[in-house]
């Protein structure tokens, strides 16, 4: 049997690798943290710590990779969405329109059942 600690338990385990300045340690911690439970508001935690760190291709890295986990399965889509909101609001956040643009564009267009039958370029 074995043991997984519990949300606050990581989420503690990060606050104080960061309190020490052990950012790169507090970022595995959280690849650790997906691995165990790969949820969208843990995706996402990652994704801000990055952002906040300012390792921003880091942040782009772990949310495509979280969209690439959910893919785009019928069952995954509410997760997918999440992740894809957090995902655009960060590059909203860094004044990045265009990139944002494309994010929610491919999010509509993969997330909404009477748009799914238009091609991508269909949407520009």
Wanted: aromatic share 16%.
């Amino acid at each position: 049997m074995a043991w997984e600690p519990d949300d606050k338990a990581w989420q503690a385990y990060i606050k104080l690798e960061t309190r020490y300045n052990e950012l790169d340690r507090a970022s595995s911690i959280y690849e650790r943290w997906v691995a165990v439970r790969p949820e969208p508001r843990v995706w996402v935690k990652w994704g801000k710590f990055e952002e906040e760190r300012a390792k921003v291709d880091k942040a782009r890295d772990v949310f495509q990779t979280a969209l690439e986990f959910f893919g785009d399965e019928e069952g995954q889509v509410d997760k997918a969405q999440a992740v894809f909101g957090a995902f655009a609001k960060m590059e909203t956040r860094l004044k990045e329109y265009e990139r944002a643009r494309v994010i929610y564009k491919v999010c509509f267009h993969f997330h909404h059942p009477y748009v799914q039958t238009l091609p991508l370029s269909a949407c520009s």
